[in-house]
Structures are given as C-alpha cells and as structure tokens.
C-alpha cells in the first residue's frame, strides 16, 4: 500500500507557473507508475499525465503536451508536475495516484492523494 500527498497548488497569472509535488510513503514507490490528473467543478476528472515505474515512458493529454512535464525521483519518492503557460482552463483540483501499471485511465489506479487546488486567473 502506498499513501500519496500533493503539494504546491495555488493561485496563478495565465502564462505563469507551478510545480506540483506528490510524496509517496513507503519503500514500495518504484513498483508504482504514477499519474496526475484533474477535476474542474462540474466536470468529469481527465488525465493529466502519467510515468512509468522506471522513468524512461511518459503519457500526457494533448491538452497538456509541450507545457507540463512529469518526472519522479525515486531517492526522494516523490513525482512533479512542472505546470508552464499556464491558462485558466487549467484551474482544477489536481490529484496524484499511484497504479501497477501505467494507464490514462484513473480507474486503473488503486491509489490517491487528497487533491491541490490549482486557480489561474485570466
């Protein structure tokens, strides 16, 4: 089992960024791929972007790719979300999870954090 923790959500200029962080308790964090995704009031949660347990495959959302890069450090057991350009269509609570196989689909994974909340006014 693995608990998951987000951190550095917050408020935001379109165009500006964030880094979001997600700490993985235990030593079982290399056998997980990891995921961010997104929920905006209203809507459906949407994948974000995910890794795979080594590091060497990543997935993003075509509405994503070429401003937000996911990457983990496995001596710290924590993945990133390095949010750039950002536009207020990115406001949503942001939530990291862990699966044993990497997927854009959340219902694969078995593990959340509790969500950062992530505004970027225009």
């Known amino acids: 089992q693995v608990q998951l923790v987000e951190s550095g959500g917050g408020y935001v200029q379109a165009g500006g960024s964030l880094r979001l962080s997600c700490a993985a308790s235990?030593?079982?964090?290399?056998?997980?791929?990891m995921g961010w995704f997104r929920q905006a009031p209203g809507k459906e949660r949407e994948f974000v972007a995910a890794?795979?347990?080594?590091?060497?495959?990543?997935y993003y959302a075509d509405s994503v790719k070429g401003r937000f890069t996911i990457s983990r450090d496995s001596a710290e057991n924590t993945v990133y979300l390095q949010m750039n350009s950002l536009k207020p269509e990115d406001t949503a609570v942001y939530y990291c999870?862990?699966?044993?196989?990497?997927?854009?689909?959340?219902?694969?994974?078995?593990?959340w954090g509790q969500g950062t909340q992530v505004t970027v006014s225009s």
């Open positions: 999870a862990a699966s044993a196989a990497l997927s854009r689909d959340y219902v694969i994974y078995n593990y």
């Open positions: 235990g030593r079982t964090f290399g056998r997980y791929a």
């Open positions: 890794i795979s347990r080594s590091g060497g495959t990543t």
